[in-house]
């Protein structure tokens, strides 16, 4: 699945229901559906406005949980019929009976709060819904319509409930998170392969006489190392073109965005790092990539916190 929800640590059916309907333990539970995957960036971290931070959560775990009807074993056979279900329940969740899933209630909250229009989230689930129909991608064009599904709308709603709307903002955001996407997609080619997914474009793999058989026998060859430098750059590209944005938001969703940014980036540097051995070697961030995102994030945009973003930093990495 589009690969901005995150890698698994556990399925969301694993993560307990809250013992209630109550607002702030519905929130608390999309908090701990987005703790249970690892990004190449945090979700609502610290640098977050925080009354910002729940509502973030909140459209996160909305999309987590299709994700998982889309990709985990368990809804193999019934993935279309539960994807249906959680949209029925999204258009509830916008025009008829009140939420019954602790997701929809804090989403039902966040969408009044903020006004969020219904359009990303349907986006969002034609996305997944695309994974159980369309297995490859012929050429770079269509894998960014891909994105302008799954990944895009994720940056649209993050941008209005920091309150932003114009469009040249969006813009700048669709590339970031395509970028971000894109990236992930990358890192992920043997996993999805054995999903029965390729998402590199097949003008690409052949341009650079990469076959599936390369992929899935995870092999190192020069030609690999060609194609991961290509599509690095090419990824490296959206990210330049969304720079903009972290530099015209204020200090609710700076810092934000300059670690998702720099999230990007640095999955990048260590994707091209590999090269020719991304088969055999899945590149991920450790810990000092992640002080590392976060020491960048605030020489970027960390003034617009003023002196808290010091104390604030000290935490996250601690953490």
Known sequence: ???????????????????????????RYCEALCHARHHNFPVASIFARSLLRKHIWAMFAFARVADDYADEPAYEGRRAR??????????ETYFGRPPAHPVFVALADTVKKFGLPITEFAQLMSGFRTD????????????????????EPVGHLLLYIGGYRAPELHAYADDLSSGLAIARLIQDMPAD????????PA??????????ADIAARRATPQVGHLVRYLVARTRALLERARPLVEIV????SVELALMWHGGARILDKIEAV??????????LNAADKALVVSRALAWRGRSLGPRAFGLARRTIAG
């Open 1 to 27: 699945m589009i690969h901005h929800i995150g890698d698994r640590r556990a399925p969301a059916q694993a993560v307990p229901l809250p013992p209630s309907l109550e607002l702030e333990a519905c929130y």
């Open 82 to 91: 539960e994807l249906d279900r959680w949209e029925s329940e999204l258009h």
């Open 193 to 200: 392969l054995a999903r029965g997914r390729v998402y590199v």
């Open 250 to 253: 204020s200090a609710d969703l």
């Open 275 to 284: 090269g020719p051995g991304l088969f055999a070697q899945r590149p991920r």
């Open 132 to 151: 159980l129909e369309v297995r490859r991608y012929a050429s770079w064009s269509e894998l960014l319509s891909y994105t302008r599904q799954a990944a």
């Open 203 to 212: 003008e690409d793999l052949r341009h650079f006489g990469v076959t599936d």
